[in-house]
């Protein structure tokens, strides 16, 4: 039985594993993972984990109600613009961010800061987060 | 890729209903969705003097099938418009749809296969079927639009993973503009307020627009003699900091039309025809940007084909519209097509360079703040515009220097990065 990608993405974060695949023709990485390599096309592809650690870039925050119901319980909620350690580019939830435009300037100002994953539960989805770890 | 035209197409005629709510603007209110698109379509083919009979093939493109609920649209929409029994098909660019209609249309022509072509484009953002009901409709949620409009986006992670387009395509832009530019948050407020003046100004002269009030009546409207007073208020909330309610698309009901023919079917036209000089299309999933956010490379790969097609450059642009559902995303792409330059749009802007006086003129229409954004709808109604201004029959909002060269740009969701150029002949 064929195993399906986005599935076990889920998965892999339930068991707090970021997981995305490496080309072994160009080396990139393709963040989430696919069926091929994004960058090249290759099927040389391979399990590639992640830190999931990288930097926050810029902080903004959504619309409530949300579109998706998913997010009824968490929205509104701040969500940035991300550079993960190995170069990969990731926009999501940034928790422990308050949305008011007092907090979120003074966040404009501070960024770039450092984020580490935090895997949140979004109606049983375990789903891809990030939490600032300093304020300077 | 040869990115050439075998033959030379042209746009001989173009249709556009008002946008605006079919439960309540009153050209379109206790319409269907087939009969809007009959109205846009009857004025195409009036506007080109063809009669249906001479069109080879429909193109007709709706996105957001829970509303329309016609997915077959083509065959559901033959029958209102004369089209029984030509080649047609549905197709879907997004917010693209209209314009990707064209270029298809146009490849079809200048292959030989086609002489005439139709394109329709029609959507309803604001209002579903009542129940099972063929004519009645009810009003759908905002959050319900956006839900069904997302399903063009990242259904795999993005979407499950707390994606919202407001952030995505506002906020964070406009956070990287104003760093990347040295541009202080207050200078962003005051050049996103005069921008949303300008194209309200627009839209106040267009009787098509969803909102024909300018920001200033507005702002009396709500006690405020103070129209920046009013921008900063809570009537103007943040929908994504540092971006406001009045920066964003204005979702609407409409449909657009546009006859394309090959140049054989030009002689008899009755008013003038436009050259489809080119075109770029350029596809892209999420991320739409990388490290600098103000920066989407899909864009300069379509504003490269379409010049490298058209054989114009940035300099021979007269008029541009550019995708504006974000005011501070359509700044970055006119600033990236070359059209403005790098880190002035908001300057042109406050100096009134953008209005339709201007020496920058764009979206004058009113753009999709002020005219509206029907989805499948748009793309038409941005050539319309052009097309009309390309005539020089635009009214009180026209270009004083009919345009010769007009390009028209806009980000199909999620992303569809489409450029038409078009000429005066």
């Given at each position: 039985?064929?195993?399906?990608?986005?599935?076990?993405?889920?998965?892999?974060?339930?068991?707090?594993?970021?997981?995305?695949?490496?080309?072994?023709?160009?080396?990139?990485?393709?963040?989430?993972?696919?069926?091929?390599?994004?960058?090249?096309?290759?099927?040389?592809?391979?399990?590639?984990?992640?830190?999931?650690?990288?930097?926050?870039?810029?902080?903004?925050?959504?619309?409530?109600?949300?579109?998706?119901?998913?997010f009824?319980?968490?929205?509104?909620?701040?969500?940035?613009?991300?550079?993960?350690?190995?170069?990969?580019?990731?926009?999501?939830i940034?928790?422990?961010?308050?949305?008011?435009?007092?907090?979120?300037?003074?966040?404009?100002?501070?960024?770039?800061?450092?984020?580490?994953?935090?895997?949140?539960?979004?109606?049983?989805?375990?789903?891809?987060?990030?939490?600032?770890?300093?304020?300077? | 890729?040869?990115?050439?035209?075998?033959?030379?197409?042209?746009?001989?005629?173009?249709?556009?209903?008002?946008?605006?709510?079919?439960?309540?603007?009153?050209e379109?209110?206790?319409?269907?969705?087939?009969?809007?698109?009959?109205?846009?379509?009857?004025?195409?083919?009036?506007?080109?003097?063809?009669?249906?009979?001479?069109?080879?093939?429909?193109?007709?493109?709706?996105?957001?099938?829970?509303?329309?609920?016609?997915?077959?649209?083509?065959?559901?929409?033959?029958?209102?418009?004369?089209?029984?029994?030509?080649?047609?098909?549905?197709?879907?660019?997004?917010?693209?749809?209209?314009?990707?209609?064209?270029?298809?249309?146009?490849?079809?022509?200048?292959?030989?296969?086609?002489?005439?072509?139709?394109?329709?484009?029609?959507?309803?953002?604001?209002?579903?079927?009542?129940?099972?009901?063929?004519?009645?409709?009810?009003?759908?949620?905002?959050e319900?639009?956006?839900?069904?409009?997302?399903?063009?986006?990242?259904?795999?992670?993005?979407?499950?993973?707390?994606?919202?387009?407001?952030?995505?395509?506002?906020?964070?832009?406009?956070?990287?503009y104003?760093?990347?530019?040295?541009?202080s948050i207050?200078?962003?407020?005051?050049?996103?307020?005069?921008?949303?003046?300008?194209?309200?100004?627009?839209?106040?002269?267009?009787k098509?627009?969803?909102?024909?009030?300018?920001?200033?009546?507005?702002?009396?409207?709500?006690?405020?003699?103070?129209?920046?007073?009013?921008?900063?208020?809570?009537?103007?909330?943040?929908?994504?900091?540092?971006?406001?309610?009045?920066?964003?698309?204005?979702?609407?009901?409409?449909?657009?039309?546009?006859?394309?023919?090959?140049?054989?079917?030009?002689?008899d036209?009755?008013?003038?025809?436009?050259?489809?000089?080119?075109?770029?299309?350029?596809?892209?999933?999420?991320?739409?940007?990388?490290?600098?956010?103000t920066?989407?490379?899909?864009?300069?790969?379509?504003?490269?084909?379409?010049?490298?097609?058209?054989?114009?450059?940035?300099?021979?642009?007269?008029?541009?519209?550019?995708?504006?559902?974000?005011?501070?995303?359509?700044?970055?792409?006119?600033?990236?097509?070359g059209y403005?330059?790098?880190?002035?749009?908001?300057?042109?802007?406050?100096?009134?360079?953008?209005?339709?006086?201007?020496?920058?003129?764009?979206?004058?229409?009113?753009?999709?703040?002020?005219?509206?954004?029907?989805?499948?709808a748009?793309?038409?109604?941005?050539?319309?515009?052009?097309?009309?201004?390309?005539?020089?029959?635009c009214?009180?909002?026209?270009?004083?220097?009919?345009?010769?060269?007009?390009?028209?740009?806009?980000h199909?969701?999620?992303?569809?990065?489409?450029?038409?150029?078009?000429?005066?002949?």
């Amino acid at each position: 039985m064929p195993k399906s990608i986005i599935r076990g993405y889920y998965e892999d974060l339930e068991q707090k594993k970021v997981i995305g695949k490496k080309c072994n023709q160009c080396g990139k990485i393709t963040f989430p993972p696919t069926a091929i390599c994004e960058h090249c096309g290759s099927r040389e592809i391979e399990t590639f984990e992640l830190t999931g650690e990288g930097e926050l870039l810029f902080v903004s925050h959504s619309m409530a109600p949300p579109p998706n119901p998913r997010f009824n319980k968490l929205a509104p909620y701040a969500y940035g613009h991300v550079k993960l350690k190995e170069g990969v580019f990731v926009q999501g939830i940034v928790t422990g961010v308050g949305i008011d435009p007092a907090s979120l300037e003074e966040w404009y100002h501070k960024c770039p800061v450092k984020v580490v994953p935090d895997i949140i539960d979004a109606e049983g989805l375990s789903i891809l987060a990030f939490k600032i770890i300093e304020s300077q | 890729m040869k990115n050439k035209l075998k033959e030379p197409v042209y746009i001989l005629g173009v249709g556009c209903t008002r946008f605006g709510n079919l439960l309540e603007t009153p050209e379109i209110k206790g319409l269907t969705l087939q009969e809007m698109a009959a109205e846009a379509v009857k004025e195409a083919l009036d506007d080109s003097g063809t009669d249906p009979s001479e069109i080879d093939a429909i193109f007709v493109g709706n996105v957001t099938m829970h509303t329309s609920t016609l997915p077959a649209t083509y065959s559901q929409i033959a029958k209102w418009t004369g089209m029984q029994f030509k080649a047609g098909v549905h197709f879907d660019g997004a917010c693209s749809t209209t314009n990707i209609g064209i270029t298809l249309g146009a490849m079809g022509i200048a292959s030989g296969v086609y002489r005439k072509v139709l394109v329709v484009g029609l959507e309803s953002t604001l209002s579903q079927p009542k129940k099972l009901s063929p004519f009645d409709r009810e009003t759908i949620p905002t959050e319900e639009m956006w839900l069904w409009t997302d399903y063009c986006v990242n259904q795999a992670y993005s979407v499950p993973q707390g994606y919202d387009i407001f952030p995505s395509y506002n906020g964070i832009i406009a956070q990287a503009y104003c760093k990347k530019y040295g541009i202080s948050i207050e200078e962003f407020e005051k050049g996103m307020f005069e921008l949303c003046r300008t194209r309200r100004l627009h839209g106040s002269m267009n009787k098509r627009a969803i909102n024909q009030e300018t920001l200033e009546d507005e702002a009396k409207r709500f006690g405020f003699d103070d129209p920046y007073a009013f921008w900063k208020s809570n009537y103007n909330p943040f929908l994504a900091w540092p971006s406001r309610l009045r920066s964003a698309v204005s979702a609407a009901d409409g449909a657009s039309a546009i006859v394309i023919s090959s140049e054989d079917g030009i002689q008899d036209a009755p008013n003038l025809p436009i050259e489809v000089k080119g075109w770029g299309v350029t596809i892209s999933d999420l991320p739409w940007y990388e490290e600098d956010p103000t920066y989407m490379h899909y864009d300069t790969l379509s504003f490269d084909k379409a010049y490298d097609m058209s054989g114009i450059t940035a300099a021979d642009i007269d008029y541009l519209h550019v995708h504006d559902c974000s005011h501070i995303s359509s700044i970055c792409t006119a600033e990236l097509s070359g059209y403005l330059p790098k880190g002035e749009g908001l300057k042109y802007a406050e100096a009134g360079r953008l209005r339709f006086d201007g020496d920058r003129p764009m979206s004058t229409h009113g753009g999709r703040h002020a005219f509206g954004h029907a989805w499948a709808a748009s793309a038409g109604a941005d050539t319309y515009e052009a097309v009309k201004q390309m005539r020089g029959i635009c009214g009180e909002r026209q270009i004083p220097n009919v345009p010769k060269i007009s390009v028209v740009h806009t980000h199909g969701y999620a992303m569809v990065s489409t450029v038409m150029v078009y000429g005066r002949r």
